[in-house]
Structure formats: C-alpha cells, structure tokens
C-alpha cells in the first residue's frame, strides 16, 4: 500500500513553474516531518524541502531557497512543493516522504516513508 502519493510532475520550460502535490494516505498523528527529494540520473538523491507537522521547521536546500516553496493543507492532509524559476538542473524524479518525530526537518536521513515520485523536466 503506497502511503504517500505524489502529483503534479511534467515539462516546463526555463523559467518556468510547477507545483508538486503529496497526498498523505496513512493515519498521521503526533510529531513527524513532510520533504520532498530529488534524485537524478546518474546522482545521489537530495533533500530539497522539509515542513514540521504544524507547519513551523521548514527548511530548503541552498540550491532551491528563494525559487521553491513547501506548504501544507493539514485538512486535506496535503502537502505542496511550488517550483518557481525552474532551470535545467531542476530535472529530476521528485519524492515525497515523511517520518515521525520531532527533530529538525532537514535530517534528510531520517526519512522512513516514501512515495512512487513524480518526474519534473525543464528544457532550456
């Protein structure tokens, strides 16, 4: 059973946007944090945001601060990646994932829950 699923993935061009969207399928409760990752071919993958279950610890990857953007709808148990400013080296299969627990956000390693991923392509 996939516990979280993304949405939202495609092609854009240079500069452009898109808003990637993660449906927590699993009962939450308590503590936990909500990223998103990149991975793509040929590299490791990488944490790129990260929002605490009441919305404060957010943290961002230096490679995406002031372009990209995590929120979340707790009510619709959603979580959001809006990508502003998308360059070529944004191409990636995107991940959603979450794990309990309160410790900061940006511990990409602790990471237990994934999604399937959601493929995003800039063209130059």
């Known amino acids: 059973q996939v516990e979280l699923v993304e949405s939202g993935g495609g092609s854009v061009q240079a500069g452009g946007s898109l808003r990637l969207s993660c449906v927590l399928s699993?009962?939450?409760?308590?503590?936990?944090?909500v990223g998103w990752f990149r991975q793509a071919p040929g590299k490791e993958r990488e944490g790129v945001a990260g929002i605490f279950s009441d919305g404060s610890k957010i943290t961002y990857a230096d490679s995406v601060k002031g372009r990209f953007t995590i929120s979340q709808d707790k009510a619709k148990k959603t979580v959001y990646l809006q990508m502003d400013n998308l360059n070529p080296e944004d191409t990636a299969m995107y991940y959603c994932a979450a794990r309990g627990g309160g410790a900061s956000c940006g511990l990409w390693w602790l990471y237990s829950r994934w999604g399937q991923g959601t493929q995003v392509t800039v063209s130059s």
């Open positions: 699993y009962n939450t409760y308590g503590e936990y944090c």
